[in-house]
């Protein structure tokens, strides 16, 4: 299954939250139109590498959230990150993951019943 995400600029989230086009409960982002929910974590997009060494990771142009830069090893400070030999320019944020909502599925007693109902209703006369 494969996880919907979206980088989200904290100037962007500023922008959607004063135009009334978005809203936060806790860690979930609501989007007004559409009513979907993101999860969200900090997170960053890596916009250029700028020591001029190789971008061995091929971290440009990616975003990555909190636990991912953890385990890359990469160390965050204002609008750069810092990994082994190299450091990035990056634009800081939040990575949203889509909450599904689960649709619950009927209890077995629940469509017996059903089954009986729809069973009389057709039948009984």
Same mark, same amino acid.
């Given at each position: 299954?494969?996880?919907?995400? %979206?980088?989200?600029?904290?100037?962007?989230? $500023? +922008?959607?939250?004063?135009? !009334?086009?978005?809203?936060?409960? =806790?860690?979930? @982002?609501?989007?007004?139109?559409?009513?979907?929910?993101?999860?969200?974590?900090?997170?960053?997009?890596?916009?250029?590498?700028?020591?001029?060494?190789?971008?061995?990771?091929? %971290?440009?142009?990616?975003?990555?959230?909190? $636990? +991912?830069?953890?385990?890359? !090893?990469?160390?965050?400070?204002? =609008?750069?990150? @810092?990994?082994?030999?190299?450091?990035?320019?990056?634009?800081?944020?939040?990575?949203?993951?889509?909450?599904?909502?689960?649709?619950?599925?009927?209890?077995?007693?629940?469509?017996?019943?059903?089954?009986?109902?729809?069973?009389?209703?057709?039948?009984?006369?």
């Amino acid at each position: 299954m494969i996880t919907s995400r %979206l980088f989200i600029s904290q100037l962007a989230l $500023d +922008q959607w939250l004063g135009e !009334g086009r978005a809203k936060i409960e =806790g860690e979930e @982002l609501t989007d007004a139109k559409t009513k979907q929910r993101f999860r969200l974590i900090t997170g960053v997009r890596f916009v250029s590498e700028v020591t001029g060494a190789p971008d061995l990771k091929s %971290l440009v142009g990616t975003v990555k959230d909190a $636990d +991912q830069l953890e385990s890359l !090893g990469a160390e965050l400070l204002s =609008g750069s990150v @810092l990994l082994g030999d190299n450091a990035y320019e990056v634009q800081e944020g939040f990575v949203g993951t889509l909450v599904v909502v689960d649709v619950a599925k009927p209890k077995p007693r629940a469509q017996t019943i059903a089954s009986l109902q729809a069973f009389f209703l057709n039948n009984v006369k």
